[in-house]
């Protein structure tokens, strides 16, 4: 199967398709995690977004039941250097060929990612549409298609949130609302590891509808787009200050600052990861954190506290406000794939509460 | 900000001659730690024995000592520079003993000096296997079942309780030595007793054997803050029961999901943490991949191989960010070299690399090519691909080995040859299934089936037409021009014009540690056939500099120490440098070393790939041993500019006809000579010279298969088993001179005027390779004359075959005639030694020399004498004889100084492992053939001199008063060997029957004298100058001084 990878700017890649024969327009981003590609592929953050793998081997070990962030793939596209065909592990039950088939997406392999890589470093991100088809492509037709496309203008968070509240975990020591911006199933299994009660809750729920509930506390989730457009979520959180104990995850990070003043902007190419390390300014201890966001905030809100930065590009990675009982970090603390550094964060949440 | 204790003087110390299991890597760890002190402004002090080190070099540390590395030693030294603290994780397991050692003595407590990076009580308990075990149940890391046991007895009741096979692992030794695993109880006796008697502590590890199971490595990195991260993880392809070093690696690993991983990341950064590593260290882990169950085998709390591998795998330089971390830095305070962001992260690569040993059977033909606990390879390979395939071919072919051509699977798949990887594909070639091979070897079948893919492209190209797209793919599964050429039955040349006619070149990728996401400051390059080439062509006048490859016997450090010294010399020059080499373990392939460095295959067709995409002034191949020179013919060919001795004087000085004519045209005697390129001819051409006569192959590097022959029977026998003779492969017949001076020269010249550097002189009868003789400069028994027409000779010599830059030229005096041997027109590896003894780095003369430059004049003087002494692997090379002659066996050589010869001759033994047990009477064995037999009065009564005990066998000491008689071998109780055995004798002197068959009681005597540890000395003049030296050096101390210090 042929296929194309055509970036707005007019850079065209030729290579071999795989997965799904079809067509889509997304943000092309690049990941440079060497393992963790289905857990990546699921991951909803990544919703609107053509990702490539900066690694070359993939599918290895092919896909299996458990290491799914969701139950579908999200991305628009999965760009690599070399396929597996076949893969090698006890869990694996599917190639990365038929998984991306069975979830409707496509693939492009076979092309000089790193190429890629460089590309976007200097230009920064920018809409790319990759297609697969068993025929010639018209490549013209094919960049005209994305000329309208706006990452930043998509609400891709209403799309991906569950629409009816779920619980998981059947002790319920301590009751989490989880608001679904675009959750990982990593953060819920992190709760229910902890003896949580997890309702996950609509992204369009507002603070009645948590307070309804009666939660110990309030996870806001990670999740896909642009975090300044979600203004009814602005208002919802800002609503349930004082409540009960908040914590955000990357994309709920970004809206806590939405939502008590703050700001955020959007990065050149983004963090995306699992070898970022990032300090706690109070100790200077450094983790190793998993990564995945093209937004980061910029202005801190008054009365919040620079917790976190990372030690690179100096962004903030995590703020706290000890008069609000609130506290977020832009990273991933439940991994995901990637390091487990992080996860005591989840029991810090739960001694706030 | 972290209050820095940064200490003012340091010592560090290094690995010492490079041995199986410690090569290359530790003269690269210790001189990344060297400079990231001195860039902190704190004064080095260094202290190593081995002079081909680029860290003894005087730019590398402020104070330079190269003395033997002992207990005794180091306190002289600590007593002398009162250095704050001391470094000790940069100098292999070596340096790592000899720190705890000072630590048990009380030394540093003593001079109250202290450690920097990893304390002592940790490696303490990384190192004891029964503190790690204890550790690892509190932390709940699970490991082995197993039992540290001080006795066969106990060994036996575990293995009965736990079943059997079981693993043995002694404590605190190098590489592995003395381990293994054993079947039965039988085997179980055997290896216990082996392992007992080498650990350091009398103690070895007993545990269930994992074999089959999946290895892994993790490298991790830890500050004194308790930030820690994983630089590297690497997978085995070999799985469990061969040693890592031993195995084919491959990194990052391919066949671990995320979950897998973080499990086995987790538990690295759990160990190193409760260990309270202060800097680098290696993770052993083993996880079934059946069932996910894991184990940790053992962790390295300091530099090792690996995690030179990792820092080359990586680009991230682990011994540098490790010394800063020693003197107090943290993790976010660090940066990362190549990319100037901070070193607190986690490389990520997008490329995969492979590395492969390089064993040294060639060498020894009558040892077992099996492989397994224990480390035999004396080297190693890396390549970087964008696939499995592209990488495996690429490290293959830079092992620059001869591949058999016949190879029957079976016997190399289970248990595993050297040759294990070519009987696979082997295998697939026959039709057999990856489901079989798996079921024998244990190997992940995702590797298996990338094996099996390499074979049916190798099918395909040898049935299909060689299009453009089956080009392409084949260059992209890694390929080499040659093996295509090979598969069509046409030249190399021919596939590599229609290949460019294609379009298809390679583009070279850069190591950024960041797979791209940051910009990379550091020009580390490897091939590839992408769509875009990051190197842009480099500005400039440009040197390409060929590297030697992987470490064997034969082709050491010293000529990695010769390149990387052209690359600091160069810039220095006005030039910029381009290094090519392969070797993940050197200084060369240092990010910093060169101006640029491309990781690549040392063949014709990728090292002039690049030098057409570079396009330099010139190209340097005499530094980088046979395998550079031997390219430099095809790549003036193809259009090279060569610099240096031209290919025709190569040529002279390596064609047998040529140099013989030249040698008569200048008058310069050779000992009779001829060639041979049939069995009769042979031994027509022998009688006519007369016996003894010294045979071996025309191509030859480090006298491989070279033998002294002594009767038409013997040569017979070597024609037959030793050699492939034919018309193009012809044998060189020399006469051998007995009981002659061998020496040597190495000198620069720049066509007009030659500067002799050494004129060395070895102190064993001619006979002995040049790279396992003990040498001494300046000459002791050469008289003036014989000195003038050495010197003579080699001018004339250079001048006529036109050399410019280095030569090495070896001679045999006797009875005032000066023989000419051969002439090496390429750096030796005596170059670092010679430059070390007359401090006058001759690499940089050459250079210069090469670059057109007119030599200054140079005179130097020594008011001193340097030894060269050698260590040979014979303890890990079982079934090895370790009898001396024209074939090289030695892996390392250490140097000793002295104001005396005597002096200077002790320290180099001693360096080299030759030393007696402190505080006791002593007493010696020994036993001498027949033709040394009128020495033994001499011998002895040095001993004698030396208050030793004297045993030996009837025929030696017979006639000698005082003396001990021991019966032979099962003659009487106790025999010789049980003699040796028990642990009575100190040092045992054996000298082997000269000629063929080995003499059976001798050759157990000298194995039983290896294995038991005690010093064994094959050669009776090494013997009478090393009794000379200690009755010399009774009356007075060791004399240790600062190199530069001998000049006063």
């Known amino acids: 199967m042929k296929a194309v990878l055509a970036l707005k700017d007019g850079t065209v890649i030729h290579g071999i398709g795989f997965g799904a024969k079809t067509e889509m327009l997304g943000e092309l981003v690049f990941n440079t995690s060497m393992m963790g590609y289905q857990e990546a592929l699921t991951d909803p953050s990544y919703g609107g977004q053509i990702l490539l793998m900066t690694y070359p081997l993939i599918g290895n070990y092919g896909t299996n039941k458990t290491d799914q962030e969701s139950d579908k793939i999200h991305t628009s596209g999965f760009a690599i250097r070399e396929r597996s065909e076949d893969f090698e592990h006890k869990d694996a039950q599917k190639n990365l060929d038929n998984f991306l088939k069975d979830h409707g997406v496509p693939g492009i392999c076979g092309i000089d990612t790193r190429f890629i890589v460089r590309h976007i470093r200097d230009k920064g991100v920018m809409p790319a549409i990759l297609a697969t088809s068993e025929n010639e492509l018209d490549v013209k037709s094919l960049i005209n298609k994305m000329q309208k496309f706006d990452y930043s203008a998509i609400d891709f968070v209403s799309k991906t949130s569950t629409k009816t509240k779920q619980i998981f975990g059947k002790n319920n020591k301590k009751k989490i609302a989880l608001i679904d911006y675009g959750v990982k199933m990593g953060i819920v299994r992190q709760l229910v590891e902890r003896d949580c009660q997890v309702l996950l809750l609509p992204s369009s729920s507002t603070a009645h509808d ?19 457009i979600l203004t009814d979520a602005h208002k919802t959180i800002k609503a349930l200050e004082g409540y009960c104990p908040i914590f955000g995850i990357c994309l709920g990070h970004q809206l806590l600052a939405h939502a008590f003043g703050g700001d955020t902007y959007k ?53 706290r406000s000890d008069s609000k009982n609130i506290f977020s970090v832009q990273y991933h603390p439940e991994a995901c794939p990637g390091p487990h550094d992080t996860r005591f964060l989840f029991d810090e949440f739960l001694k706030m509460i | 900000m972290v209050t820095l204790k940064k200490p003012k003087k340091v010592l560090v110390i290094g690995s010492g001659p490079i041995v199986i299991g410690q090569s290359a890597e530790f003269d690269y760890s210790g001189t990344q730690a060297c400079r990231a002190l001195r860039e902190e402004g704190v004064q080095v002090v260094l202290v190593n024995s081995n002079p081909a080190t680029i860290q003894t070099d005087k730019d590398t540390a402020d104070i330079v000592y190269i003395e033997p590395l002992t207990a005794s030693v180091l306190e002289k030294i600590i007593a002398k520079e009162k250095p704050e603290a001391l470094i000790a994780t940069m100098g292999g397991q070596t340096g790592l003993n000899l720190s705890m050692e000072l630590v048990k003595k009380g030394i540093l407590e003593k001079y109250n000096v202290r450690f920097l990076g990893t304390n002592s009580d940790s490696i303490e308990v990384a190192e004891s296997r029964e503190h790690f075990n204890r550790l690892m149940e509190k932390i709940h890391v699970p490991i082995l079942p197993g039992r540290v046991v001080h006795d066969y007895e106990s060994a036996k009741e575990f293995a009965n309780k736990n079943g059997y096979p079981v693993i043995i692992r002694p404590s605190f030794t190098l590489g592995g030595t003395g381990g293994g695993t054993a079947n039965s109880e039988q085997e179980l006796e055997k290896i216990m007793e082996l392992a007992l008697r080498l650990s350091a502590t009398n103690e070895a590890l007993v545990e269930r054997s994992v074999i089959g199971w999946g290895e892994f490595e993790y490298e991790v990195i830890r500050d004194s803050q308790g930030n820690a991260q994983i630089i590297c993880n690497m997978e085995n392809i070999d799985p469990m029961g061969i040693h890592t070093g031993e195995s084919i690696v491959v990194a990052p690993s391919q066949t671990l999901s995320d979950v897998d991983h973080q499990t086995l990341r987790e538990a690295s950064l759990r160990i190193v943490h409760a260990i309270g590593i202060e800097g680098g260290c290696n993770v052993q882990l083993a996880m079934n991949q059946q069932t996910g169950d894991y184990v940790v085998i ?8 690996s995690s030179a591998l990792a820092s080359k795998a990586t680009g991230y330089p682990i011994a540098r960010v490790a010394t800063k971390i020693a003197l107090g830095y943290s993790l976010p305070e660090i940066k990362n070299a190549i990319t100037g962001t901070s070193a607190a992260f986690e490389p990520a690569l997008d490329y995969v690399v492979v590395k492969i040993p390089r064993w040294p059977f ?107 797209e089956l080009t392409f793919e084949a260059k992209r599964s890694g390929f080499s021009d040659l093996q295509i050429a090979n598969l069509k039955e046409m030249t190399e040349l021919e596939v590599r014009s229609l290949r460019k006619s294609f379009g298809i070149i390679p583009t070279y990728k850069i190591v950024d540690s960041c797979a791209g996401e940051f910009e990379a400051l550091t020009p580390y390059y490897y091939s590839v056939y992408e769509q875009e080439n990051e190197a842009s062509v480099m500005d400039g006048k440009k040197v390409v500099v060929i590297g030697s490859g992987p470490i064997r016997i034969g082709q050491g450090i010293e000529f990695d120490y010769c390149c990387s010294q052209a690359a600091f010399a160069l810039r220095d020059l006005g030039y910029k440098s381009i290094m090519i080499n392969n070797n993940p373990e050197t200084v060369s392939t240092d990010f910093d070393s060169s101006d640029r460095l491309y990781f690549e295959p040392l063949t014709f067709e990728d090292v002039m790939n690049i030098i057409e995409h570079e396009k330099p002034f010139g190209v340097v191949v005499q530094l980088g041993g046979q395998t550079s020179i031997n390219l430099a013919e095809a790549l003036v060919k193809a259009g090279a500019p060569l610099l240096g001795t031209s290919v025709d004087g190569i040529d002279i000085a390596s064609d047998r006809d040529r140099f013989r004519d030249l040698a008569n045209k200048l008058k310069i005697p050779q000992p009779k000579n001829g060639t041979a390129s049939s069995e009769e001819q042979a031994l027509s051409v022998a009688s006519e010279i007369g016996y003894p006569v010294v045979v071996r192959p025309s191509y030859v590097i480090a006298g491989r298969a070279m033998e002294i022959v002594r009767s038409d029977e013997e040569l017979r026998r070597y024609i037959t088993e030793a050699v492939e003779v034919s018309q193009k492969r012809p044998v060189l017949i020399d006469r051998y001179l007995d009981n002659a001076i061998e020496c040597e020269v190495d000198a620069v010249s720049d066509g007009t005027t030659v500067f002799i550097g050494g004129l060395m002189e070895h102190v064993e009868p001619a006979g002995i390779h040049s790279g396992d003789a003990n040498i001494v400069l300046p000459s002791i028994r050469l008289t003036d004359q014989d000195k003038k027409t050495l010197v003579e000779h080699t001018e004339k010599l250079c001048k006529a075959i036109g050399i410019i830059g280095l030569v090495n030229v070896q001679y045999v005096v006797k009875e005032g005639v000066v023989y000419i041997l051969e002439v090496n027109p390429r750096a030796s590896r005596t170059v670092p030694f010679v430059s070390k003894a007359i401090d006058i780095p001759m690499t940089k003369l050459a250079l210069k020399a090469m670059l057109g430059e007119k030599l200054p004049k140079l005179n130097p003087k020594m008011n001193h004498f340097a030894v060269k002494s050698v260590v040979f692997p014979f303890l890990k090379l079982l079934g090895t004889d370790i009898k001396l002659g024209p074939e090289m066996r030695s892996t390392g050589e250490t140097m000793g100084i002295g104001k005396t ?53 009837m025929g030696t000491v017979g006639g000698v008063a005082g003396a001990i008689t021991i019966p032979k071998i099962g003659m009487g109780s106790p025999d010789v060997v049980e003699l040796i055995e028990s642990g009575i004798v100190d040092l045992v002197i054996n000298t082997p029957t000269k000629g063929g068959a080995a003499n059976t009681d001798g050759y157990k005597m000298r194995r039983t004298s290896i294995l038991s540890g005690i010093p064994c000395i094959t050669n009776v003049n090494t013997a009478y100058e090393f009794l000379k030296a200690l009755v010399e050096l009774q009356k007075k101390e060791l004399d240790i001084r600062r190199v530069d210090q001998y000049r006063d």
């Open chain 2, 298 to 305: 053992e962790v390295n709390p300091r530099l090792s191989r």
């Open chain 2, 362 to 468: 060639d060498k020894f033909p009558k040892t077992s090519r099996l492989i397994g606990t224990q480390m035999k390879s004396t080297g190693e390979v890396m390549a970087i691909g964008r696939t499995f395939q592209e990488a495996l071919n690429k490290a293959l072919r830079s092992l620059e080995i001869k591949i058999p051509k016949q190879i029957s699977p079976d016997e190399h798949l289970y248990p595993a040859t050297d040759l294990r990887i070519f009987a696979i594909l082997e295998a697939f070639r026959k039709g057999r299934t990856v489901d079989d091979i798996y079921k024998i070897t244990k190997i992940n079948k995702w590797f298996l089936r990338r094996l099996e893919s390499l074979v049916k492209l190798e099918k395909k190209i040898k049935t299909e037409n060689l299009s453009k």
């Open chain 2, 901 to 953: 010869f005597e002096m200077a001759y002790y320290k180099a033994l001693l360096a080299a492992g030759i030393r007696l047990r402190e505080g006791k009477k002593h007493s010696a064995f020994i036993s001498l053939n027949d033709e040394d037999k009128k020495h033994v009065q001499k011998i002895t009564e040095l001993l004698k001199k030396l208050d030793f005990t004297v045993y030996g066998t």
């Open chain 1, 267 to 319: 990065l050149k190419f983004g963090h995306r990861g699992s070898n970022h390390a990032v300090m706690d300014v109070k100790t200077k201890r450094t983790y190793i954190t998993t990564q995945n966001h093209g937004f980061a905030v910029d202005k801190i809100p008054d009365k919040f506290e620079l917790t976190q930065i990372n030690v690179n590009d100096k962004s903030v990675e995590g703020m």
């Open chain 1, 210 to 228: 948590v307070e309804a509930i009666e939660p110990d506390g309030i996870l806001l989730s990670n999740g896909p787009g642009d975090p300044a």
